[in-house]
């Protein structure tokens, strides 16, 4: 036995204090609103983030994808080992989704009420976000994709 | 049967009557006055100021001359806000309003974003905020009553009717007084039609309409949107070829050695 004290990680140690950094702003936010936290107006209802997200989020989870079809669809063994993959059965996914995981979690924040959330999620599950998207008089309007069903 | 509203900036005085009808209805709260340097107030449309009037003040043969325009959601026929809406809390009635329904609503802006005119509004400073835009008092319209703003304007600026009736009767006003009119009415085929039409004595970009076209800008979106699932099908078929082709090389090439490595046995 050693009597020494297991250390905290500096690297878990730097994690945590930039979580309970953004507490702070998320605090806020939930008291007096998105405007308080951004500088977000209605003549600019959509800022930095979703740019950040779109290019940087986007871009960090192409790297993945074409990371698995590399190893997957093209068979290039070799790199087997930096894309093991194999979540729920689906090869390849687990490398994509280092550049998706992050993103859920700021949106929550930066839509409004994501108390309501549960509507798409139960809308794409009734097939009634299908209907929406594609039903009705025509297609409709995503530029950016699902964005709002994060 | 689709009421629609005519405005008439010949007979606007600019006297807001209708911007403090739309606050009582609605029981939105006043904003404090701040001095924007013209008698415009409030200054912009925002989620406590669903309904404004525009002051333009123009040069008229070396006098001074105002033109009043009053803003609100245009109630498009093809609204970019309610295709834009991917939950459906946006939708436009048959008898002309569109509406908001907050029960869907999940703050995502995407209307304010889609919208032509720039009219949604957000509530920036509330926890949990909603958008908020001109609903066409679509409550009083169930019950057949005007919208709020058209009932309490004294000068007649505001005229509530069937919109292809509203449109004959803009037609004619221009045709009875030409010189008056500026030969045009804004919202007949701007944006594939609007509810709310407006006539004015000078031309539109002049009191800072803006040209929107007369594309419904829905047009745009469903071509493109349209390419999604063929595009889709092309690269999973695609891609299931790669695979199977990359594969059987694999095969073949595994198949050869062994054959190779039986020959060097034999």
């Known amino acids: ?150 | 049967m689709s009421r629609s509203v005519l405005y008439d900036a010949t007979r606007c005085t600019g006297c807001r009557a209708c911007q403090i009808a739309c606050k009582q209805w609605h029981n939105l709260p006043g904003r404090p006055t701040e001095n924007t340097g013209t008698y415009e107030n409030p200054p912009n449309l925002n989620a406590n100021n669903l309904t404004r009037i525009h002051y333009t003040e123009l040069e008229d043969n070396g006098r001074f001359r105002w033109v009043f325009a009053k803003l609100q959601c245009m109630h498009c026929e093809h609204p970019g806000c309610v295709e834009a809406c991917i939950v459906g809390a946006l939708q436009k009635q048959e008898n002309g309003p569109v509406t908001y329904d907050e029960a869907k609503c999940i703050g995502c802006r995407y209307c304010q974003v889609a919208c032509p005119f720039g009219i949604p509004c957000f509530e920036w400073d509330k926890p949990v905020p909603w958008i908020r835009k001109c609903t066409f008092c679509a409550d009083r319209l169930s019950i057949g009553l005007d919208p709020a703003c058209v009932n309490t304007c004294p000068t007649g600026a505001l005229k509530a009717g069937e919109r292809d009736e509203l449109l004959t009767e803009a037609r004619a006003r221009i045709a009875a007084l030409p010189e008056k009119y500026y030969d045009h009415i804004y919202g007949e085929k701007e944006a594939g039609g609007t509810s709310w039409i407006y006539l004015s004595p000078v031309a539109f970009s002049e009191v800072g309409f803006a040209d929107v076209g007369t594309e419904p800008v829905t047009v745009n979106a469903a071509r493109a949107m349209r390419l999604v699932p063929p595009v889709l099908l092309g690269v999973a078929v695609t891609v299931t070829g790669i695979y199977w082709l990359t594969r059987r090389k694999q095969k073949m090439k595994e198949l050869a050695e062994e054959k190779a490595k039986r020959m060097a046995e034999k």
């Not at chain 1, 740019?51 to 790199?79: I, M, N, P, Q």
Request: glycine residues 16%; positive net charge.
């Open chain 1, 1 to 150: 036995m050693s009597g020494q004290k297991r250390r905290f990680p500096i690297g878990l140690a730097i994690l945590t204090f930039l979580v309970l950094l953004g507490l702070v702003p998320i605090i806020i936010r939930y008291v007096y609103g998105l405007g308080a936290i951004s500088n977000l107006s209605d003549g600019r209802p959509w800022g930095f983030w979703i740019s950040f997200d779109l290019y940087c989020g986007v871009a960090l989870a192409a790297g993945g994808f074409t990371l698995a079809a590399w190893v997957y669809l093209f068979h290039r063994e070799k790199y087997h080992a930096v894309a093991p993959g194999d979540i729920d059965g689906i090869p390849g996914l687990y490398p994509g989704d280092t550049g998706f995981a992050g993103r859920p979690r700021p949106t929550l924040v930066y839509l409004a009420c994501n108390h309501l959330l549960e509507y798409p999620f139960a809308a794409v599950r009734s097939g009634h976000l299908c209907d929406n998207l594609y039903g009705g008089t025509g297609i409709r309007i995503q530029p950016g994709g699902l964005r709002g069903s994060e």
